[in-house]
Structure formats: C-alpha cells, structure tokens
C-alpha cells in the first residue's frame, strides 16, 4: 500500500481508537504506536493502562505528549504504519503548557498559546511529509456541542477544531465515528468497519 494519511474523528467513547488499531494491523508490517496522554490522575493512568491492554504488544511505543515531530525525526524505526493517538491529548498538553501557570489568560497569551498549537501540528505534519510510513491521526471532535461558559474550555475548542482543519486539510483520507460506525468524509477508499 502507498503511503497515506487518514484523520478518525469522533467523539469520546465513539470507537476511533479501535478503528484505528484495526486500519493498522489491516496495513500489515510493524506499527509505531504515537501515545501522547500523560498520567496526570488516577482516571486517566486507568485509561492509559487500559489503552495498553488493547494494543498487540509487537507495537513499538512512542511516548510523546508534546515534540511529536521532534521525537518522531529522532524515534521513527521504518515501520510500515504510525499511529498517533490522539491529537486530542497532544493539543491539551500543549495548550496547557503554553499557558501562564496561574491559569489566568488575556487575548495575547491565547494568540500565543495558539500559535504554538499551531507550531506543534505543522512540524508533526512536516515529519509526516518526509516518511514512507501509513499515518494514522485520532482526534476527537469535540466542537459540535454548546458554546463552553469557560475561557480556556473555548481556547481549547478552537485550538483542536484548528488543528483537526490543519490534519483534514494534508489527510488523504477523513473518517468520522458515529456511535462505533465509521462514516467516510473524505477519500475514495473505504475500508471497512471496525469488526467488518
């Protein structure tokens, strides 16, 4: 199979993860696995430790939660599939680290935080650009709801909806999960369904 990028979409709980473990072992040859969750509480290691339970344990794994496309210039192994999962994560951790500590935040630490959320999914796309490998790009979609009451949580919306734009725009393929079924936004090749 040629080299290709396919953005999943969906929202929490929606199966992306799976269909993208299954578009990986369909490609066939080793997989990279780009996790970028961080173990910040007891919810989320249990997360994270379930996430690990459902990968094959041949995956090799790229812990990145910030610099993927550093560390991936520095880590990728030649392997036939990377999967990142997920951009979700990758844009909260940046966002937040971007922020000043106090959480406080006026229109130029948002530009500022942006920018580097920006920065961050081009240099990932850069990378993507320069590998052989299959990409594939789990996000959530998470601006189909109410406007958020809070700043940051509108900060956020916007820095992920950019950044699903910037992924959808170079992704030669575009799926979005709805309740376990994917759904082809964009691209001419269907694969299948998780478990089809």
Not at 42 to 57: G, K, L
Not at 77 to 89: Q, R, S
Request: charged share 25%; aromatic share 6%; with cysteine.
């Amino acid at each position: 199979m040629g080299k290709r990028v396919t953005l999943i979409l969906g929202g929490a709980r929606s199966g992306k993860s799976d269909f993208a473990r299954e578009l990986a072992l369909r490609n066939g040859g080793p997989v990279l696995f780009v996790a970028t969750a961080e173990p910040g509480d007891e919810e989320m290691r249990a997360r994270i430790e379930a996430h690990r339970r459902e990968r094959p344990r041949s995956w090799r794994v790229l812990e990145a939660p910030r610099g993927v496309g550093r560390l991936l210039t520095a880590g990728y192994g030649g392997e036939a599939t990377v999967l990142v999962d997920c951009v979700t994560m990758l844009v909260s951790n940046v966002l937040l680290t971007s922020l000043p500590p106090s959480g406080a935040f006026g229109v130029a630490e948002a530009q500022a935080a942006l920018e580097a959320v920006r920065r961050e999914i081009e240099e990932l796309l850069d990378v993507v650009a320069r590998h052989p490998a299959r990409y594939l790009l789990v996000s959530n979609e998470v601006g189909m709801g109410v406007v958020p009451e809070n700043a940051l949580a509108r900060l956020y919306r916007d820095a992920l909806g950019w950044a699903n734009r910037l992924l959808a725009a170079r992704a030669h393929e575009v799926y979005l999960l709805v309740a376990g079924i994917p759904v082809r936004v964009k691209g001419t090749e269907f694969h299948g369904g998780a478990g089809a």
